[in-house]
């Protein structure tokens, strides 16, 4: 079961409303449909919310180091806690998937995402849950910084708070350890449009009558 909730972003009002901060969004959503409030918490360098379980503790926590050392809170709360790499879930932007979209994943490669990198090296682990939250490419390598740190256009942040309404759907089996259905949820979304099939060729009308 997922025992600790990441979403990733920047703090300050500045960065709130950025592409970037799709992971926050996804874990305030949360936090509201749960009932808890997401406080300060010096200790863990974020801020945190607890949701007391039957089955134990829950905890959502949004770092508040700037991206790049994510790390240091994710890894400072999971050893206070005892909570291993394979009870984490963290939510973060996600530039090779259209915004709308999303895909739950366990384990891999940090994608080149520096908030990832960040809680590889301090977990000292790649063994976790990711939610990738789309929000699309600007096409080009050098523009993807920028990119990022900007806010959507009107309509994709529409599409990707959408997204999150609807995976906020396999938050519960999330959190009793369900991944097989939590994982159909999440990908039962928005599918990418087929492309038109090409017309079918018709055959020359047969001529007919006249002399040859």
Not at 42 to 71: E, F, I, K
Not at 100 to 123: E, M, P, R, T
Not at 142 to 164: F, G, H, N, T
Request: a positive charge; hydrophobic letters at 40%.
């Amino acid at each position: 079961m997922i025992r600790l909730f990441v979403g990733l972003g920047n703090p300050g009002p500045e960065y709130e409303a950025t592409r970037h901060n799709a992971g926050f969004w996804w874990v305030d959503a949360l936090a509201a449909k749960l009932g808890a409030r997401m406080s300060a918490e010096r200790s863990c360098h974020g801020l945190l919310a607890r949701v007391n379980r039957t089955d134990g503790p829950l905890w959502l926590l949004q770092p508040m180091t700037y991206m790049n050392r994510s790390g240091q809170a994710v890894a400072t709360l999971a050893r206070f806690f005892k909570i291993v790499p394979e009870q984490i879930l963290v939510v973060h932007d996600e530039l090779d998937i259209a915004p709308g979209l999303a895909k739950l994943k366990f384990g891999g490669g940090s994608g080149g995402h520096n908030g990832l990198k960040d809680i590889h090296a301090q977990l000292g682990s790649a063994d976790y849950w990711r939610l990738r939250l789309g929000i699309g490419h600007p096409g080009i390598k050098a523009e993807v910084v920028d990119y990022v740190l900007r806010k959507p256009a009107p309509e994709q942040r529409e599409a990707i708070l959408a997204c999150i309404t609807r995976t906020l759907d396999a938050s519960d089996d999330l959190i009793t350890g369900d991944m097989a259905r939590a994982t159909m949820k999440v990908h039962a979304g928005l599918q990418r449009p087929k492309p038109p099939r090409p017309p079918s060729a018709t055959p020359p009308p047969t001529p007919t009558g006249g002399s040859t």
